[in-house]
């Protein structure tokens, strides 16, 4: 799942929901943000007002095979009409519901024929397997006992593997708000996340140095 959305409250706010309903959520502030995560995403929550470039565009990249729904401020219909013939499956005018918005996206991932809840996944041929709706980890078999940060971590970097993520996104993703003080403790559950994966611990959470971390492993088909 991925929410563009250029107003960081509302874009966490509407990320928040969608984890509550077991979704894998990956956020963007800005078009070119958004045109380089799609090919992660199975529907894209899409706000037309971008800063760098018309949400439009992004739509004509997503619209043909990745389910759309718009989420903007503009309200005629001729605008409607053109974000309908992009490729949008619903157009949701601000101000609206979280709920509602929630709801339209289970209807339009049925209409797709996708998962509307979090899945199983595995990694590495089986190795690591992150279930999310029952919110449990194994590895080589073997339940992993995480902390509530430790999970999140984990689920954050899985969203998209080898995509690298900074020490304040995934600080954003386990507290639900921006908190830079909380960057720097990011190092310390990732230490301990490795520890609990074993002598391959750091090869599976890589660092990359002055950036972040990443997953080292490519999901399974």
Sequence with gaps: MLVVEDERDLRELLRRYLEREAFSV???????EALALL???DLVVLDLGLPDIDGLDVLRAAG????????TARSSAQDRIEGLRLGADDYVIKPFSPTELVLRVKAVLRRAGRPVSGTTRSFQSGRLVIDEEAHEARFD??????????WGVLVALASAPRRVFSRLELANRI?????????RSIDSHVKNLRHKLGPTGAEMIETITG?????GVQADE
């Design 211 to 215: 950036v972040g971390y990443r997953l």
């Design 141 to 150: 078999g073997e339940p992993l006992p995480l902390t509530v940060s430790e």
């Design 39 to 41: 090919s992660n995403a």
């Design 26 to 32: 990956l956020t963007a502030g800005s078009g070119a």
């Design 64 to 71: 043909a095979y990745i389910p759309v729904i718009v989420l």
């Design 175 to 183: 507290h639900g708000y921006e908190f830079g003080g909380y960057e």
